[in-house]
């Protein structure tokens, strides 16, 4: 079965940097679309980025551009975000997700595999 691990969550102060890892395993990963999305407290779940299979094209949410970068490194199945210039508002539970693919998705009902989530709290 697929399983999503995600790690690097923590606490940082405004300004700083974080950078996510999700590990995949139980699926051949290169076909794999793969995309993170984070939710707050009180908060609907809410796309950040994603990655196409070939790691060709990209796409992120008009809050993290410019800030947040998604990669992949297919010998280790595993897929990246690297957040700098962190807010507070970038406060959340991140998750990773991942469907096999062409293409870039953006929304929540695309994905069928999900990880647990990891926390990123940003202090002012």
């Known amino acids: 079965q697929v399983q999503l691990v995600e790690s690097g969550g923590g606490l940082v102060q405004a300004g700083g940097s974080l950078k996510l890892s999700c590990a995949a395993s139980?699926?051949?990963?290169?076909?794999?679309?793969m995309g993170w999305f984070r939710q707050a407290a009180g908060k609907e779940r809410e796309f950040v980025a994603a990655?196409?299979?070939?790691?060709?094209?990209?796409n992120y949410a008009d809050s993290v551009k410019g800030r947040f970068t998604i990669s992949r490194d297919d010998a280790k199945n595993t897929v990246y975000l690297q957040m700098n210039s962190l807010k507070p508002e970038d406060t959340a539970v991140y998750y990773c997700?991942?469907?096999?693919?062409?293409?870039?998705?953006?929304?929540?009902?695309?994905?069928?595999?999900w990880g647990q989530g990891t926390q990123v709290s940003v202090s002012s």
């Open positions: 990655i196409s299979w070939s790691g060709g094209s990209t």
């Open positions: 139980g699926l051949i990963f290169r076909p794999y679309c």
């Open positions: 997700a991942a469907q096999n693919a062409i293409g870039v998705l953006t929304t929540y009902s695309g994905y069928a595999h």
